[in-house]
């Protein structure tokens, strides 16, 4: 017998516009939106079906996973799309999240260079592979201490599938919230992923001009 499909939490939530003009949208997706619909027929609600229902040019040129909230670029023509995809190819579009993990991270600042590669056996969870796996760059800075947690600004330099999630967990302080790579007592320590995008900066394909956006995570 085939296993009962994953049909995913319809969020509630409303999408913010942070910034809108001819050519792109800078928004707040919620946690538990799916960035693009999934396969399965019951989930096709989604922020890009969402946000095409007011802007039917609206196009995906990156995402977030489902469980983590924050902001998202959306193209609203081609020319934009083609110009900010090539950005994110090169690694000139500076991004910041906010992360509440596990435990006292002891260093202010650090980077955490480990490559991963897919876990074919257990997708879609992704593993630390030297042998097979891509590179893989995050700077991290504490910004609050507490008695059993850590708020960090973790900056990826490259933007691999769970990237945040598993170096975060080979740092020794899993995000609070992740079902995929935290340990029980991590996991139980939040009602939600405590990951959210908090900055979005790159060139504006029109203008030429440096485009940043910010949005506050609400934990």
Not at 168 to 179: F, K, V
Not at 188 to 209: C, V
């Amino acid at each position: 017998m085939e296993s009962a499909p994953y049909l995913v939490p319809h969020s509630q939530e409303e999408i913010i516009i942070l910034y809108a003009d001819d050519d792109l949208l800078l928004v707040r997706k919620p946690d538990l939106l799916l960035s693009i619909p999934g396969r399965h027929p019951l989930n096709k609600d989604c922020l890009i079906t969402r946000l095409q229902q007011d802007y039917p040019t609206a196009s995906i040129v990156h995402r977030l996973d489902l469980d983590t909230s924050g902001i998202m670029v959306i193209p609203l023509n081609k020319p934009t799309h083609a110009h900010i995809s090539r950005q994110f190819q090169e690694r000139k579009v500076q991004k910041s999240y906010h992360a509440v993990v596990f435990g006292v991270v002891q260093q202010d600042k650090g980077e955490i260079d480990l490559p991963i590669a897919r876990d074919w056996e257990n997708r879609p969870l992704q593993v630390i592979s030297h042998e097979r796996g891509k590179n893989a760059l995050t700077h991290y800075r504490v910004l609050e201490r507490h008695e059993d947690r850590t708020r960090l600004l973790l900056q990826p330099v490259t933007g691999r599938s769970h990237q945040l999630r598993i170096h975060m967990r080979e740092l020794g302080h899993p995000i609070l919230g992740c079902d995929m790579y935290a340990h029980e007592t991590a996991l139980g320590m939040a009602e939600r992923l405590m990951l959210h995008a908090t900055t979005l900066a790159f060139e504006h394909p029109a203008s030429g001009e440096w485009l940043q956006g910010e949005c506050r995570p609400d934990f």
